[in-house]
């Protein structure tokens, strides 16, 4: 049964899988929600109840089993289950993205890179081939992806998220800084970057 997690969850179990792969790396064992909450400067019993739907028992003075809890959070927000995606735009950010390979940890298998520039069609980056957009219909239904990551242009970034939709794309992460106008069975994750930057530095 899948559990509806609230977005504010899900962001912090994410964060506990980025800490978890780096012990991993470090080849250290266990860790303990009071060492999670104290690198991400939170309350130790938040950390505690994230973990409960994880269905991951700590011991006692020891921990969690870093590798059952990694695991254990790969299984619940559905990263083992790859899902293939295209980033359309191929700029600086959008080859930014396409060489950042830590996705895959986390079930996004990016396919292919689209844009209009020619200069660009037919480079391979990273092990990923820029098409012309023109072809982005066909290999969106030819290879069944659903899931496109928009880094064009604020100027043309809803002509193109309208093609995305004709392509039968359900889901758009948005890079842009423009709100889309979409159907509402189109899944939208608007990624603001200016604006967390801002949070970030408002104090």
Not at 70 to 91: H, Q, T, W
Request: hydrophobic content about 40%.
């Amino acid at each position: 049964m899948k559990i509806d997690l609230p977005t504010k969850t899900i962001q912090r179990l994410t964060l506990y899988h980025s800490i978890l792969r780096d012990y991993i790396f470090k080849e250290v064992p266990s860790i303990s929600s009071q060492q999670i909450a104290s690198l991400l400067k939170i309350d130790d019993s938040q950390v505690r109840k994230d973990i409960t739907f994880c269905h991951v028992q700590g011991k006692t003075k020891i921990g969690y089993d870093v590798a059952e809890l990694k695991k254990a959070i790969e299984k619940l927000l559905g990263f083992e289950k790859s899902k293939d995606v295209f980033i359309v735009g191929a700029g600086n950010l959008g080859l930014a993205l396409a060489k950042h390979d830590d996705f895959k940890d986390y079930g996004l298998d990016i396919l292919a890179l689209f844009d209009v520039d020619d200069d660009k069609v037919a480079q391979v980056i990273n092990g990923k081939k820029i098409f012309h957009i023109s072809k982005l219909n066909n290999l969106v239904n030819r290879m069944n992806v659903e899931i496109a990551i928009l880094t064009v242009p604020h100027q043309v970034a809803q002509s193109v998220a309208n093609q995305l939709v004709k392509s039968k794309i359900k889901y758009i992460w948005n890079f842009t800084p423009v709100v889309l106008d979409l159907p509402d069975n189109i899944k939208v994750c608007n990624e603001n970057l200016v604006g967390n930057f801002l949070n970030f530095t408002k104090n």
